[in-house]
């Protein structure tokens, strides 16, 4: 298993680590020779990395090393204009036996993608409203083997591994104590709500296995996951038949989640649910936010400006004894 990650790499260490080779290029340096340019990653950050003087013999190896695979590298950790560098002496493919996680190599949810699949599918299992309840498990049945690992965006809030389950997950968790306050709402629709508004986000953004996000589907691109939710919801009622008024009020909760009209909402919530909708969908989208950069951010100190929480710095707690 993967012991020595990106952040613990110091000037002058000689390690042999596992690692993912997020881009690699052999290029030609200016004496005439050969050498790797990669790339190494983990879900902890890069390093630039340099083996020089690729051989005739080693070129075809190194120049078969497939973008997002796994490698095991021999190396020192250098420096270079400032940068920690990696100086590679050898360097291979992961093999089966290796036994590498795939979630130490990129970003993440912090839970297991079946446990996460496991909570959303028996809050459904557990609607009353036999429509919603049929809506919802059909839905995730459907598409559990993408749902398994897509991220929620492609670079903002929960753009990670299994980030959409996630984003649900936490969000399911937050409305149903919200509808334990205000005894108003109507549970199932407020979860049904949480379950179907980013669903089409897997037909929105293309991402591989990883999680990594790499651009948006042609349909995404001109329509975006709102619209793609609301036809996709449509012909689902009418194939479940789902009473007409039901079906309409699940598809505007899609269409207002994002509340404002340059967000992509060209209707503000019209009943409580939708409006519920949209307050944890945007509460789990800043709490991310916050909770990313704010790891980063060393306590009695504030984070770099966050552009997606209208560029304020936020304030980490703890830098002074008590």
């Known amino acids: 298993m993967k012991e020595l990650f990106v952040k613990d790499l110091r000037k002058d260490m000689e390690i042999t680590e596992f690692f993912m080779a997020k881009t690699t290029v052999i290029k030609v340096g200016s004496n005439g020779k050969q050498y790797l340019d990669i790339t190494l990653g983990d879900k902890t950050g890069e390093i630039s990395g340099k083996k020089w003087d690729v051989s005739d013999a080693e070129y075809p190896m190194l120049k078969a090393i497939p973008e997002k695979s796994i490698v095991k590298v021999k190396g020192v950790v250098t420096e270079w204009q400032g940068q920690l560098q990696m100086r590679v002496q050898r360097i291979r493919e992961v093999k089966p036996e290796d036994d590498q996680n795939i979630c130490d190599f990129v970003k993440a949810a912090p839970e297991e993608p079946q446990e996460m699949y496991d909570y959303i599918y028996a809050t459904a299992e557990s609607m009353q409203d036999s429509d919603l309840k049929r809506l919802c498990v059909k839905v995730l049945t459907d598409n559990k083997e993408k749902i398994m690992y897509y991220p929620a965006a492609q670079k903002n809030h929960h753009a990670q591994l299994a980030g959409l389950l996630y984003h649900m997950k936490r969000m399911l968790m937050t409305g149903e104590g919200v509808c334990s306050v205000y005894k108003n709402l109507n549970r199932d629709l407020v979860c049904a709500g949480v379950i179907l508004h980013d669903m089409e986000k897997l037909n929105e953004i293309e991402s591989g296995t990883d999680g990594i996000a790499t651009g948006y589907s042609f349909e995404g691109q001109m329509l975006g996951h709102i619209i793609q939710g609301v036809k996709k919801l449509d012909s689902l009622a009418i194939e479940l038949d789902i009473p007409r008024e039901k079906a309409i009020m699940l598809e505007h909760m899609i269409l ?67």
């Open 256 to 322: 207002s989640h994002h509340y404002e009209p340059e967000f992509g909402s060209p209707k503000k919530p019209l009943f409580p649910e939708a409006e519920v909708l949209h307050y944890l969908d945007i509460l789990d989208a800043r709490m991310f936010d916050m909770e990313a950069a704010l790891e980063a951010t060393e306590p009695g100190s504030f984070s770099d400006r966050v552009w997606t929480l209208d560029n304020r710095k936020l304030y980490k707690p703890g830098g002074e004894e008590n």
